[in-house]
């Protein structure tokens, strides 16, 4: 059979596979196992076990639970809600600075967790509730949440970007940096259409808050500066040449643990067990997901599906940017159903070659990529932000938050077209700081 031809029997198996309602990672082993059974043959199946756990001997896989740690035992105390009020008060008097304070302390929140959802909840919580009292529109107050929690899968650290850099073999190093100034420019168009919003309302009341001492000010930063400063910290340790992604992840982890139990007094046994628990179950999903797309991408590559692909793509007489919005709308289709994880690891095997072949730089790639992904957190059916927000304020209707979601749509889409216009607003921190990829 062509290996084209045999690329979309692979891609709708697939398809019908995951939407069946199995596992993710067990869907890729379903349908990577039976294509090779059917024609490689039985003696294919030998290399299964060594290609599936050989994915996992990876020194740097440790830096995603280790992320994940970090990024759990911030969101397990009230790190979220203190920064948020921190902010609300030295913003008070900037016109809108309540939905700038609730962006901006989703932005640095994100960089902290790295976890959308928890973002959502843990800014949400504090944030919704005293918007909606000072007036601002349900849409703004639920949407501008929902859109500012996906920051956390671009804004580093970022274990989107640590699962695309392993995928991909590209530096997480770079990849971090990639991701600062365009996860900076969606931060900053977040607040431009939440101000014009709340302009647009005409209530001048929503654009002022309530005064603070200075006292009140400076008596907050004493429980938010030192989460703050592990991020610097961490940062540092990877561009200074201190250590690796996985050790720096590793000591960002225990000192975000020791700040949790001293600051916010998190001693209680069970609510430790709760922080590692947790921490265990999504790092183990993630792997399992991880070492199943190392067999999905061997029987694309062993069926010849992913060469061919890339050798057709070569042929084509089309514009590279016609090709990347075809990739563009895929990935956005995918978002929709599939979390960002999954739609990285299956794709990254398929779209890297054709991206390299059209001239695009992955590490570029990577920050679009991720884009897109916010994009599907924040829309139907699957939209897991969305449904966290609905989770905190059930009286606002899902259709109420999902409107409410949909400038902030724009704002990502308007951001994937400033990258298109210039690529060096993901490609020239990395260069500056790492020096130009070879």
Do not use: H
């Not at 043959?41 to 599936?52: D, Q, T, V």
């Not at 931060?187 to 009140?216: C, H, I, P, Q």
């Amino acid at each position: 059979m062509d290996p084209l031809t045999l690329g979309a029997f692979v891609a709708i198996s697939t398809i019908i596979v995951l939407f069946s309602g199995v596992s993710v990672a067990l869907g890729l082993l379903i349908v990577s196992t039976g294509f090779l059974m059917i024609f490689d043959g039985m003696r294919s199946l030998e290399l299964l076990p060594e290609i599936l756990f050989g994915k996992l001997d990876n020194f740097a896989l440790l830096s995603i639970p280790m992320f994940i740690i970090m990024g759990s035992s911030i969101a397990s105390t009230r790190a979220g809600a203190d920064l948020y009020e921190a902010l609300e008060r030295w913003l008070t008097r900037v016109p809108g600075g309540l939905v700038i304070s609730n962006l901006g302390a989703c932005a640095l929140f994100a960089a902290m967790s790295g976890s959308s959802p928890a973002t959502c909840a843990a800014i949400g919580k504090m944030g919704i509730p005293e918007m909606r009292k000072r007036g601002y529109p349900d849409g703004v107050a639920a949407g501008s949440i929902a859109a500012g929690g996906t920051l956390g899968i671009l804004i580093p650290p970022s274990v989107t970007m640590i699962v695309y850099g392993i995928a991909t073999e590209t530096s997480i190093g770079r990849l971090f940096l990639a991701g600062v100034i365009p996860g900076l420019l969606l931060v900053a168009l977040f607040m431009v259409w939440s101000l014009y919003s709340t302009w647009k309302s005409g209530d001048r009341e929503l654009l002022s808050s309530g005064n603070y001492t200075w006292k009140e000010k400076f008596e907050i930063l004493p429980r938010v500066i030192p989460f703050l400063l592990i991020i610097l910290g961490v940062l540092y340790a990877m561009y200074g040449g201190v250590a690796t992604p996985s050790e720096t992840a590793a000591v960002g982890a225990l000192l975000c643990l020791i700040i949790a139990m001293v600051i916010y007094k998190l001693w209680n046994p069970k609510d430790l067990w709760v922080v590692l628990r947790d921490s265990t179950k999504e790092s183990v999903m993630i792997l399992f997901i991880i070492a199943a797309a190392g067999v999905f991408s061997y029987m694309l590559s062993s069926l010849y599906i992913t060469q061919s692909i890339a050798n057709w793509i070569g042929t084509l007489d089309v514009n590279p940017w016609v090709l990347m919005g075809f990739v563009n709308v895929f990935l956005l289709i995918a978002g929709f159903f599939l979390p960002p994880v999954a739609v990285i690891l299956m794709a990254a095997p398929i779209l890297l070659p054709i991206i390299t072949t059209a001239g695009f730089d992955p590490i570029w790639f990577a920050v679009v990529l991720t884009i897109n992904m916010e994009i599907g957190l924040i829309s139907p059916p699957v939209g897991l932000n969305l449904y966290v927000i609905n989770g905190i304020a059930p009286d606002i209707s899902l259709r109420t938050i999902l409107t409410g979601s949909m400038p902030f749509v724009a704002c990502m889409v308007l951001a994937i077209v400033l990258l298109c216009v210039f690529p060096g607003l993901a490609t020239w921190l990395p260069d500056t700081v790492m020096g130009a990829a070879r």
